[in-house]
């Protein structure tokens, strides 16, 4: 065993639209620099961390208003309600241009270090608004993640511990304010690589820490908090749930 790499991604880095679609996208300018058209603060977040402790980082700046990079084909929100109206051909060429080459380079970065026989944690950067559909979101800081995958469990599990250990006064919820079993690319990857090799684990931060000038002093929690992730005991024959 090769021991355990950390691999950082940031699905949603921006809200640019590449040259050729930006005469062709007419988003109002509050969208595109809103939630919807990217997650706020969370390239911030993934650019601290990667330059604290040098784990690799593959990201993009493209607005997910052109296409989610965290949604599987098929998938109805692939395409927003402004891109989803152009043609067949266009859309082909929007996933073979943007899409496939960036999932691609993530798939193809793991696949060596399983190869190698490393154990892979995969952290996914993301944040979430505070207010949704009226429903006020207050925590801090998500951990989603499959509960069936023993491995999972354990990372979540010192994560959490390792971040109130840094800061108590943050709070830290399991699968909020989503799903982890819902697709995304951790979802697609947990399909392509055994649970003894693959953790796929998404961090969601309530981006109410970007907009309050909060971002170096949450990143500096999440930075200490990983400190030993790398010699964590992923023995998964001794683990059992952790909540």
Request: aromatic share 12%; charged share 25%.
């Amino acid at each position: 065993m090769s021991g355990i790499k950390v691999i950082l991604t940031c699905e949603h880095g921006g809200y640019e639209i590449p040259e050729p679609f930006k005469n062709k996208l007419e988003i109002p300018t509050e969208i595109l620099s809103g939630h919807r058209g990217w997650d706020p603060g969370a390239y911030m977040i993934a650019s601290e961390i990667e330059k604290a402790t040098q784990y690799p980082m593959i990201f993009s700046i493209y607005s997910r208003l052109l296409v989610d990079l965290n949604r599987s084909v098929g998938n109805p929100e692939l395409f927003s309600e402004y891109s989803h109206e152009f043609s067949k051909q266009v859309k082909q060429e929007i996933l073979s241009d943007y899409y496939f080459p960036y999932r691609r380079r993530v798939e193809e970065y793991m696949s060596r270090l399983i190869d190698d026989n490393s154990i892979i944690i995969h952290l996914g950067i993301h944040t979430f608004n505070t207010i949704l559909n009226n429903e006020v979101r207050d925590f801090d800081i998500g951990l989603l993640y499959d509960e069936t995958r023993i491995l999972e469990n354990k990372a979540c599990y010192f994560l959490r511990k390792s971040i109130l250990k840094y800061d108590d006064s943050l709070k830290i919820k399991y699968n909020a304010p989503y799903k982890g079993t819902d697709d995304g690319l951790t979802t697609y990857f947990r399909s392509h690589f055994p649970p003894e090799n693959y953790l796929g684990i998404e961090i969601e931060i309530n981006n109410r820490h970007f907009y309050n000038g909060e971002i170096t002093s949450l990143s500096s929690s999440i930075i200490a908090a990983l400190k030993g992730i790398e010699d964590l005991n992923l023995d998964s024959n001794a683990i059992t749930k952790y909540s």
